[in-house]
Nanobody, 124 residues
């Protein structure tokens, strides 16, 4: 069983930065983990993922601005978000895939554990 708890969300002005954290309990050391987001009225979308070797994949919309990382000692997943835009406003979710059924991919269906989310609001 895996539990994921996000923190670090908040309200910032455009151009600002935030760092999201996701504290994981349970076995996540050889899993794919990622960040997803969902804006009101929109489907949940992938933001960034990281596999057990540290390889990463980013959505085109956040490349060059967001950085995903993982502290394997503390079992915490991070998302550093810089140059934030109003379009980044959403609920951000941490997810883990413990099945390896789909490989490590930026798709919601590939993840079987989810956190409760943390809100990020970017004002212009």
């Amino acid at each position: 069983q895996v539990q994921l708890v996000e923190s670090g969300g908040g309200s910032v002005q455009a151009g600002g930065s935030l760092r999201l954290s996701c504290a994981a309990s349970g076995y996540t050391y050889n899993t794919c983990m990622g960040w997803f987001r969902q804006a009101p009225g929109k489907e949940r979308e992938g933001v960034a993922i990281i596999d057990s070797s540290g390889s990463t994949i980013y959505a085109d919309s956040v490349k060059g601005r967001f950085t995903i990382s993982k502290d394997n000692v503390k079992n915490i997943l991070y998302l550093q978000m810089n140059s934030l835009k109003p379009a980044d406003t959403a609920m951000y979710y941490c997810a883990a895939d413990t099945t390896s059924k789909w490989g490590c991919r930026l798709a919601t269906y590939a993840y079987n554990y989810w956190g409760q989310g943390t809100q990020v609001t970017v004002s212009s």
